[in-house]
């Protein structure tokens, strides 16, 4: 009974956030709204507008139904609280490797050539809408969403009533899902694993948040200054040592989290040893 309800909220939360989506989809695009000629440029021009009403509506859901279902606010149930000084560093070091993860990948010529969608990808989250628009949505509310629902909520539930592995690979997995194309499927379930790595780590969400902001911003701002035409002719011979290096980035700092989280775990435990003798 006990999986039944955890996977029957999981399969709720998705729900929920796929009728936000179809609906806002209706709202802007086939309503009445859309024959007004001002309305079609506005959402011409900033293309992000129907995403930012489907982030917000879908948050303020979920925060809504997180208290009668779980007995406690959403900020308490998916552990969205403050941050030692140590981890915030750690955040924003993991988030600038992810930060020239993204940015090099793109610019080493046979994985552009090979998978374009990324580009591409890049390209409509970062560069598509208004600078206040793109940071709102691409930066601070999409990511918000994105860390409350498949960290906060979907992975908290799975491991209420599964072991922590599957309840890793299962969230991660519904993560890189949503894009419905395999390599951005595997490269954000990649991306899903890193930050469910790190929640468990530093038991706060914001931590997340934080890679996340890190690395979102850096590649809006680095693509709204031109980075693409200054590093596209650069070569693979640079690149992929840089690429290399965001990787080195990346795997270091999770390593500081796991190592420090070890010690304080076996500080407790001699902690406990020492009370009961």
Known sequence: MKYLKSFGLVI?????????????????????????????????????????????????????????IKNKSILEYIRFKKISFKDTLIAIYIGLGALIFNTSIIN?????????????????????????????TAVI???????????GLIFNELKESIPLIPSVLISSLLYGVIFMDIPLMTFCFVAALLYTFVYI????????????????????VSRRLGIESVISDVGDIYMIPVFLFSIVMIVSGCYYLWKQKSQMTNTIDRSQDISVN
């Not at 390209?123 to 598509?128: A, D, G, P, Q, R």
């Not at 780590?201 to 809006?220: C, E, M, R, W």
């Open 108 to 136: 080493i010529s046979f994985i552009d050539k090979a998978f374009p969608q990324f580009d591409n990808l890049l390209s409509f989250n970062y560069e598509s809408s208004s600078l206040i628009i793109g940071i709102l």
């Open 12 to 68: 709720l939360y998705i729900l929920i956030h796929i009728a936000v989506m179809k609906s806002m989809e209706f709202t802007f695009y086939h309503s009445s709204l859309w024959e007004i000629e001002s309305f079609r440029e506005v959402i011409g021009e900033n293309p992000h507008l129907p995403l930012m009403a489907t982030y917000l509506i879908s948050i303020l859901i979920y925060i809504l139904i997180t208290k009668p």
């Open 141 to 151: 509310i999409g990511p918000l969403l994105e860390e409350f629902l498949f960290r």
């Open 201 to 220: 780590q530093v038991n706060s969400l914001l931590a997340v948040y934080v890679i996340d902001i890190v690395a979102t911003l850096g590649v809006l």
